[in-house]
């Protein structure tokens, strides 16, 4: 995706993939710091752990308490969460969003951004579902402070509001290929039928949980668009330059079908 977006703007940038441990964390950073990357994402499990790396964080990774992107200025590291951005940015293209019940499935790092998101986009009443509920409790009081409301659920409870919710986030893994694929945290009897149904997992493209949506008859967006738009915000924070984003949603599109890029 960012590579494509490189080459098609002719810059002499390569981004690059590496899997580190978490007892290795921080060596990982202070190696991209001494060899002078522009910038870096970071995705889970290490969005939260990196956090005490860094020299600051923006304001979008004080909100969200993660971090998915590390630009270096000044051989300073400040953190940032641009999913906070893609998925406002997602959500403000659909038509007519009815903003009265958000329900977020997920507490983690993208459950976090998504209950931001939702408080930028005016939501009335935001639920949080969370396998444990302290960490929906403590998301729920987090929205509290910043004077919406906002209520924790557990799990069990979760079909029962999805009924009722005018957007549902899956924030979760569920879903997500190849280990649970099968799975999803809603099934279509739980789905209102003029709803919005966003899954953060964007491997499968149709992940179990918008199949299940789609046979419901709600409106489904894939979290590949979330992934493109916020790829799009870190790109031109470590560039300055607005990339083009059609670009970077083809070729990650032609990557999940596995076609030649």
């Known amino acids: 995706m960012h590579n494509a977006a490189f080459k098609e703007l002719g810059l002499n940038c390569i981004y690059l993939v590496f899997d580190v441990l978490e007892e290795s964390l921080g060596e990982a950073v202070n190696g991209l710091r001494s060899i002078g990357v522009l910038g870096f994402n970071v995705t889970i499990p290490h969005k939260i752990k990196i956090i005490k790396f ?22 300073k590291l400040i953190g940032y969460n641009t999913d906070l951005y893609g998925i406002e940015r997602v959500l403000r293209e659909v038509d007519e969003l009815n903003r009265d019940l958000g329900l977020i499935i997920g507490a983690g790092g993208a459950g976090r951004a998504s209950a931001i998101a939702l408080t930028n986009l005016g939501f009335s009443e935001i639920i949080i579902a969370n396998r444990t509920f302290e960490r929906a409790s403590n998301l729920a009081e987090q929205i509290l402070e910043l004077g919406f409301s906002a209520k924790p659920i557990p799990l069990t409870d979760l079909p029962r509001y999805a009924s009722s919710a005018n957007l549902i986030i899956n924030a979760t893994p569920l879903g997500m290929a190849p280990s649970l694929i099968s799975e999803t945290p809603l099934k279509r009897d739980h789905i209102r039928r003029d709803s919005i149904v966003l899954d953060l997992v964007y491997n499968p493209l149709r992940t179990r949980l918008l199949i299940e949506a789609e046979r419901a008859g709600a409106c489904t967006i894939s979290g590949l668009k979330v992934l493109a738009a916020q790829g799009a915000e870190a790109f031109k924070l470590w560039t300055g330059i607005d990339p083009p984003i059609d670009v970077m949603y083809s070729a990650a599109l032609k990557a999940l079908r596995g076609e030649k890029i």
Request: aromatic share 0%; net charge negative; hydrophobic share 40%.
């Open 54 to 75: 860094l020299d600051e964080l923006d304001d979008s990774a004080k909100l969200v308490k993660a971090v998915n992107t590390v630009i270096r200025r000044d051989d």
